[in-house]
């Protein structure tokens, strides 16, 4: 199975900072890549999907980019609301398998 | 709008069996499939399987493999997930996901609201 691994496993950075997560998968995955945010206590909410594309409504700070092994998701000005966790996912075939997710707190 | 909406909160005993319920709204049920994720407390997101919408297939997550069964109503639209043979560590918040594909893969989204399933004795 490939294994996707994320790092850092967490992150404090100050308000209007640029944040970058990163990503490995084990195995190439082309760009069948998605990233989620779970706020504390929340569900957790689709960001990004096919590596780079930003899912309707999710604020322009946000962006991903990458393919095949590594991939990177970023947020250009942090904002208090970001504060959450971050987990990728890669969802080619099966087994569908997420990263042990990044969390993000504010300094 | 496209939602789906879980059956509420389980309290179950060693050894019972859990079925949760995820209704969907908002698009046509058979176009796409329904994921189930778990999320045990403090921790990560781990996939358990996929069904069909359209026909039913399912696939399993090795880990579950013998201990879930996912089906589906179409006439309610309505996902189910049965698991059985619980122990403590079953213990997590369920979600249901809709993925873009309906053969499974695919980016999940929505997500249901979850469903926290509690095993103790």
């Known amino acids: 199975d490939i294994q996707m691994t994320q790092s850092p496993s967490s992150l404090s950075a100050s308000v209007g900072d640029r944040v970058t997560f990163t990503c490995r998968a084990s195995?190439?995955?082309?760009?069948?890549l998605a990233w989620y945010q779970q706020r504390p206590g929340k569900v957790p909410n689709l960001l990004i999907y096919?590596?780079?594309t930003l899912r309707s409504g999710v604020p322009s700070r946000f962006s991903g980019s990458g393919s095949g092994t590594d991939f990177t998701l970023t947020i250009s000005s942090l904002q208090p609301e970001d504060v959450a966790t971050y987990y990728c996912?890669?969802?080619?075939?099966?087994?569908?398998?997420f990263g042990q997710g990044t969390r993000l707190e504010i300094k | 709008q496209v939602q789906l909406v879980q059956s509420g909160t389980e309290v179950k005993k060693p050894g019972a069996s859990v079925k949760v319920s995820c209704k969907a709204s908002?698009?046509?049920?058979?176009?796409?499939?329904i994921n189930w994720v778990r999320q045990a407390p403090g921790q990560g997101l781990e996939w358990m399987g996929w069904?069909?919408?359209?026909?039913?297939?399912?696939n399993y997550a090795q880990k579950f493999q013998g201990r879930v069964t996912m089906t589906t109503d179409t006439s309610t639209s309505t996902a189910y997930m049965e698991l059985r043979s619980l122990g403590s560590d079953d213990t997590a918040e369920y979600y249901c996901?809709?993925?873009?594909?309906?053969?499974?893969?695919?980016?999940?989204?929505?997500w249901g609201q979850g469903t926290l399933v509690t095993v103790s004795s």
């Open positions: 996901a809709r993925s873009f594909y309906n053969s499974g893969g695919g980016w999940f989204d929505p």
């Open positions: 069904i069909s919408g359209y026909n039913g297939n399912t």
């Open positions: 908002g698009y046509t049920f058979s176009s796409y499939a």
């Open positions: 195995q190439g995955i082309n760009n069948y």
């Open positions: 096919a590596a780079s």
């Open positions: 996912q890669k969802y080619d075939s099966a087994p569908i398998t």
